[in-house]
């Protein structure tokens, strides 16, 4: 018969199970756990942080340091490359804080933004565009892949904007970024549908301002990755830039794509238009902004640009001596003079000049014209202020009448110079931005030995890449071999967006060097630091 003051066995089973249960936790000691977070695929991850205070507070420390991945996939099925690249970059803990996707033509952006979305969360702002080539390491092999695709011209009837017709060009290049002590955000350059021609610029500057100063309490973001909408006639990004580089701080860092289709989504959701029936939307502005509610134990995250210039300055300077603009095909014709001399040049004239400076690289050379612009710029109230700005206009050709270039916002009176396609000069430009990055490395060191790079970007002419240079993987040299094992992504663009203090402009007009923000020929490099907190904190 059973003793009635002890307890059954199923009772004793069950307190022995619990005990055991509470004795195992109370084993995992803070250093235990950690070493256990830190072993954690991302989604595992975020699932252990909200197992209780202790396990959050652990996870924290785990993901005390910036950090950024990036993985490719050139498989033609965007199931699968959207796996292989999601199941990479989420392979160690990371809590996305942005998500930046540019694939091949050949893949829907709706797809793409849905299959991501659905991975990465509604909160996380995300930006997918797509690009001419992606530069990256594949995400199943980890080896670097420079892929630059051929142009297509299909009949762009999607509503996302993505190709229907036969393409090949598939691809995808993804990067997810942790970035403590910052605020990220969507910001859309919108264009309302009833005044198609007029996109809502100042507005556009406003609501990057206002963004920045809810998050930081000032108005100037530490830095912003542009992404403007290929839509010829309607959207010309020169003058945009040019409204940008005013209103911002000389310190905020502005890189970027300047033609492209994209999808985004933003973390507020206010501010979500992607889809809207009243707005198109011209631009998006990735917006990083510093955190207000910063704890004293984050440090802090630095953005630098450096610049490869892949053109060179041939011929006299001219100024534009009679403009004419045609709408239909969004060009301008246009006559000049020689700086300083009387006689006016049609662009017969012009392109015969040029020609004879060419020499010999005629036939394999691609011309634009560096336009450079003075102009008084404000935002709503403000007291306008003079700027000078360098844009390049591609030459179409000239004839007895005109020298024809594409694009639109030239005056009479402008001063502009010829430029070539380079790659001679596009050679020795890396081989300083690569001297560049070893001296900022070894600077930043010897200043702070707690200073690293935790990741960059890199946005490079469609025109470069291994036909331009005869050798492979030449723009991403100089990120590699100076931040070996470093996560970046970068891609073959429209339009290389750099906002930095490099110019091309003549040495002689070094005292007042005019902005350049879009480029030709180029490649722009963003490298993002990290400098840990004073000892103490």
Known sequence: MDDPSRPSSSSSSRNDTKMVKTTGFSLLTDDLLHNILARLPAPSFASAACVSKSWNRVSSQVLSRPKLASALSLDPSPQVAVREVIDKVLTDPIRPDFAIASVGSGFRLYDIFKLISKKL?????IIISTANGIIGRDALTDEL????????????????????SEDENFGIVLTVGFVPGLKVDVIPLLRSTKEPRDALVEKFVMDIRDYTDSVSGCKSPVGIILFGMAQEGLVNMKPILNILDYAMPEETVIVGDERGRFLYKTANKSRNFCGSAKFFTDAVALTFARDRNNTHGIG????????????????PTYRAAS????????????????????????????????????????????????????QNCSIGSERPRSITSLSFYGVVGGDDEYLYVNGLGIRTGDRFQFYRSDPDTALNSIGRVSL???????NESRKNISHEVFGGFIFSCYGRGDTFFTREDVDSSPFVKNFPGVPFAGIFCGGEIGRSSSSLTEEGHKENVPS?????????????SYTSPPLGY
Request: proline residues 1%.
């Open 121 to 125: 969360g509604t909160k996380t702002p």
């Open 145 to 164: 892949k420079e892929v630059k695709w051929t142009s297509f011209s299909g009949d762009l009837s999607d509503d996302d904007g993505s190709i229907t």
């Open 300 to 315: 802090n995250i630095r953005f630098h640009v450096a610049l490869s210039n892949g053109v060179s300055a041939i011929g």
């Open 323 to 374: 403009v004419r603009v045609n709408c239909s095909d969004h060009s301008t014709w246009l006559t000049a003079k020689i700086e300083g001399q009387r006689a006016i040049l049609d662009g017969q004239r012009i392109m015969n000049d040029i020609n004879v400076a060419l020499e010999d690289h005629v036939d394999s050379s691609d011309l634009y014209i560096g336009v450079t612009k003075r």
């Open 436 to 442: 560049d990055l070893k001296n900022f490395k070894f």
């Open 516 to 528: 350049c923000c879009l480029h030709v020929y180029s490649t722009v490099y963003l490298v993002m």
